[in-house]
């Protein structure tokens, strides 16, 4: 079955070959790109759907989220908009609200967010666990997550229940939790945090993790400047997230390896806290992801456009800048060529914006603009 997508104002391809076309026209076959030129040079297909000269960008790779919890937060959201700080506390609430919370509730709740979210032109998702820590409640966690994506990460080491001892905790994180979970994840990643895990506790989740076959990534530098940063370059993590207190050892080490620096503005807005700086980042030559980081404490939203227009307004990035991390650059941190941008032979997953150009995704901010929705070669919205 071949897709022919005609009228294509504006192509955002996401490839650095050539970023922006114009005039264009994709054709699909089965879930792949295999035609890009002129709308005028277009060849026929079994099925056609117009852009009418529309904008069409790659569909969003949103690498960082955590859709499986229970309840909500907007208290304790509330109360950070009257002045209380962000401590990362509040991720017992969760814990407490999602171990009490049924199979079938939690799933619903994982396919409602990972709806909203293609409705809003995410075509692939990270999904972490951490809101279980016991044995059981991590597995069963992936194994909903699973059912979602591919992309599933084990996220035991996300922080130390009430009442346990962070080294005893951080040892059942390496050993039968971690051997629990590894079947049904693909990553892993660990809160690298004062409150959450040290570097040596962080290092040794991660190293267990890494012999158990996953590949890592690390919550890292998000509250204060720790080692996580030089952690997750240390041991080859595909993406450093957060990555908002940022020391020049962090920027150089981000600089020259191969670790993609995630940034996630959606928790700096929702904790009211200091914007990472992306432009040091990008002019020390780091590669640099924009996520959601959906959750229900630090930033709950669903919406990759909304992290590109605060990416644009508040870290200074280019609306072409922006998308390309939101697109391309999430697909780096995933590791994955075949994804997140718009060339012959990727995945054909493309959003149709309502909109002449991709710009329109800061400068309309709050503004829905998805018009269609092409995930793996089907038209899905
Ligand atoms: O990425 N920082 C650690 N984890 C999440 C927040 C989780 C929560 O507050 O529930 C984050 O911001
Ligand atoms: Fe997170």
């Not at 059912?147 to 005893?168: N, Q, R, S």
């Not at 620096?261 to 780091?286: C, K, M, N, Q, V």
Request: with cysteine; hydrophobic share 45%; net charge negative.
């Amino acid at each position: 079955m071949s897709l022919l997508i005609a009228n294509i104002g504006e192509l955002f391809t996401a490839d650095p070959e050539c970023v922006v076309r114009f005039d264009a026209a994709i054709v699909v076959d089965g879930d792949r790109i295999v035609w890009i030129g002129l709308n005028a040079d277009a060849p026929q297909a079994d099925e056609r759907l117009d852009a009418g000269g529309r904008a069409v960008i790659p569909g969003f790779v949103d690498s960082h989220a955590h859709l499986v919890f229970a309840g909500d937060r907007h208290a304790e959201f509330a109360a950070r908009m009257s002045g209380e700080p962000y401590t990362g506390g509040g991720i017992r609430t969760t814990v407490a609200a999602t171990r009490m919370t049924g199979d079938e509730a939690l799933r619903a709740n994982t396919a409602r967010l990972t709806e909203e979210m293609l409705r809003q032109g995410t075509t692939t998702v990270e999904i972490k666990s951490g809101y279980g820590l016991t044995v059981e409640d991590e597995a069963r966690s992936l194994r909903i997550a699973e059912e979602f994506t591919t992309e599933t990460t084990y996220l035991g080491a996300h922080t130390v229940p009430a009442g346990a001892d962070a080294d005893e905790y951080t040892a059942l994180a390496c050993g039968p939790m971690l051997e629990a979970c590894a079947p049904y994840a693909k990553w892993a990643d660990v809160f690298c945090e004062r409150g959450a895990f040290d570097g040596d506790q962080a290092r040794a989740v991660l190293t267990a993790s890494a012999n158990a076959g996953l590949a890592l990534r690390v919550h890292a530098n998000q509250l204060t400047a720790g080692p996580g940063v030089r952690l997750a370059v240390e041991l080859g993590a595909a993406s450093a997230d957060h990555c908002t207190h940022l020391t020049d050892a962090d920027v150089d080490a981000l600089a020259g390896g191969d670790t993609v620096a995630t940034l996630l503005p959606g928790a700096e807005f929702s904790t009211r806290s200091p914007y990472p700086d992306a432009r040091r980042l990008i002019e020390a030559g780091a590669t640099v992801a924009l996520a959601t980081d959906c959750n229900p404490g630090s930033s709950f939203t669903s919406s990759m456009a909304f992290c590109v227009a605060l990416a644009v307004r508040e870290m200074h990035m280019t609306p072409t800048e922006a998308l390309t991390a939101a697109t391309a650059g999430g697909a780096e941190a995933l590791r994955r060529s075949d994804i997140g941008r718009i060339i012959v032979g990727a995945r054909a997953d493309l959003v149709v914006l309502d909109a002449p150009s991709h710009v329109h995704l800061a400068y309309r901010p709050g503004t829905p603009l998805v018009k269609s929705v092409v995930q793996d070669g089907t038209i899905v919205r």
